[in-house]
């Protein structure tokens, strides 16, 4: 079975500042996908950037970019010039990459205040 | 185009009562899954379906049934309610391309308390 693991469970970062927050995970598939879901206080959650296994190159989306690193099973999010509409809870999630079982499997999330 | 549309928002039931938390999209998407969202424990599966007729338990299953009839609709009956089951509910849905599955879209989920 598939793990990941937020292990922070709090960020505070300056608005305009840079900000990494950590996941990790574990499986033995060799490919699958990770995602990265915000949940502002409105409760939706909101696809942020998605990594494919096989991809060497790192997914960037406008202000977030990871840091994939399939050897130490570790991606991380990065947030540029942070903005206060950022605070929100972030999940980390993982899913096998083809098949009848590819569920999300998430962490424990972290939540993140941009302070003004 | 309303994606992923659940109903009700919010629900309050008491111990023992039935329900069914309703989830319908509008993208033809194949592949269907609730989650239950529980102050530090992230979302959790609980039940998912790869298609209409079919439907497999995922990490939380008990005290709750699903079927899906239709590619559309993909209700979560919780059969009698606990305190236990208090919860924010999400129904999320995917499509898959040559066997292989692309994000999911959730819904706006579902705020249960069961007194």
């Known amino acids: 079975a598939q793990t990941v693991t937020q292990s922070q469970p709090e960020m505070s970062v300056q608005e305009a500042e840079t900000v990494t927050l950590s996941c990790t995970y574990d499986?033995?598939?060799?490919?699958?996908?990770l995602f990265w879901y915000k949940q502002p206080p409105s409760r939706q959650m909101i696809l942020v950037i998605r990594?494919?296994?096989?991809?060497?190159q790192n997914a960037t989306e406008n202000r977030f970019s990871v840091n994939f690193q399939k050897a130490a099973k570790s991606f991380s999010l990065k947030i540029s010039d942070s903005q206060l509409g950022d605070t929100a809870m972030y999940f980390c999630?993982?899913?096998?990459?083809?098949?009848?079982?590819?569920?999300?499997?998430f962490g424990k999330g972290i939540t993140l205040s941009v302070r003004p | 185009n309303a994606g992923v549309t659940q109903t009700p928002k919010f629900q309050v039931l008491k111990t023992g009562q039935s329900m069914t938390l309703q989830c319908a999209q509008d993208?033809?998407?194949?592949?269907m899954s609730w989650y239950r969202q529980d102050p530090g424990m992230g979302l959790r599966l609980i039940h998912y379906?790869?298609?209409?007729?079919?439907?497999d338990q995922g990490e939380v299953p008990n005290g709750y049934n699903v079927s899906r009839s239709t590619t559309e609709d993909f209700p979560l009956r919780l059969l009698s309610a606990a305190p236990s089951q208090t919860s924010v509910y999400f129904c999320a849905s995917s499509y898959g391309q040559g066997g292989h599955i692309y994000g999911y879209t959730f819904g706006s989920g579902t705020r249960l308390t069961v007194v």
């Open positions: 999630a993982f899913m096998r990459y083809t098949g009848a079982n590819s569920k999300l499997t």
């Open positions: 379906s790869v298609g209409a007729g079919i439907t």
């Open positions: 993208m033809n998407h194949e592949y």
């Open positions: 990594q494919e296994a096989y991809k060497q």
């Open positions: 499986t033995s598939e060799n490919n699958y996908y």
